[in-house]
T-cell receptor
């Protein structure tokens, strides 16, 4: 079993839709949770950084962490074609010195 | 603020040849990471530096991979000899300290034929 599981998709939605991306994990020591966006042939770009449980909102993006269920989500409101990319969840714990464990990534396509 | 710089962007070599990648982190970032990203997968940590010391190299194939960060700033990652399964994107990331947000460079796409 992988430490972090993420549905690879691909996920295709129409412009303006609400997108929900999810990851599950098995290591209860994870405390830092991140979402990265990666365009084709580019490096990952940090979108959201969350510590422990709760919600965080930034513009059209909302990150949710449910540590009791070992489940994290990223919601994208009013999705745009420019949101088409691969979304990677990543997480780390205090005992890991900053090492990130990534999910496989979900490929998202937003159609005009 | 300049981001993480990497070179070259692309490299094609034959198996058993050697190759080196270079990374310059964001100014002032003490922690530097090298990740390997195989097509269709998430990045996997190869090695982590704190200033010029190695923090974690547990997943670095030390028989063929080596890395250094001599002056605590830029870093090089070397593969010698390369194998077909080393074909991947090699990403460098930096952060102000361990546990902080990590910022990635554009990566070096390596193809081994």
């Amino acid at each position: 079993q992988k430490e972090v599981e993420q549905d690879p998709g691909p996920l295709s939605v129409p412009e303006g839709a609400i997108v929900s991306l999810n990851c599950t994990y098995s290591n209860s020591a994870f405390q830092y949770f991140m979402w990265y966006r990666q365009y084709s042939r580019k490096g990952p770009e940090l979108l959201m950084y969350t510590y422990s449980s709760g919600n965080k909102e930034d513009g059209r993006f909302t990150a949710q962490v449910d540590k009791s269920s070992k489940y994290i989500s990223l919601f994208i409101r009013d999705s745009q074609p420019s949101d088409s990319a691969t979304y990677l969840c990543a997480m780390s714990g205090n005992n890991q010195g900053g090492k990130l464990i990534f999910g496989q990534g979900t490929e998202l396509s937003v159609k005009p | 603020e300049a981001g993480v710089a990497q070179s070259p962007r692309y490299k094609i070599i034959e198996k058993r040849q050697s190759v080196a990648f270079w990374c310059n982190p964001i100014s002032g970032h003490a922690t530097l990471y090298w990740y390997q990203q195989i097509l269709g997968q998430g990045p996997k940590l190869l090695i982590q530096f704190q200033n010029n010391g190695v923090v974690d190299d547990s997943q670095l194939p030390k028989d063929r991979f080596s890395a250094e960060r001599l002056k605590g700033v830029d870093s090089t990652l070397k593969i010698q000899p390369a194998k077909l399964e080393d074909s991947a994107v090699y990403l460098c990331a930096s952060s102000p300290g361990q546990g902080s947000e990590q910022y990635f460079g554009p990566g070096t796409r390596l193809t081994v034929t």
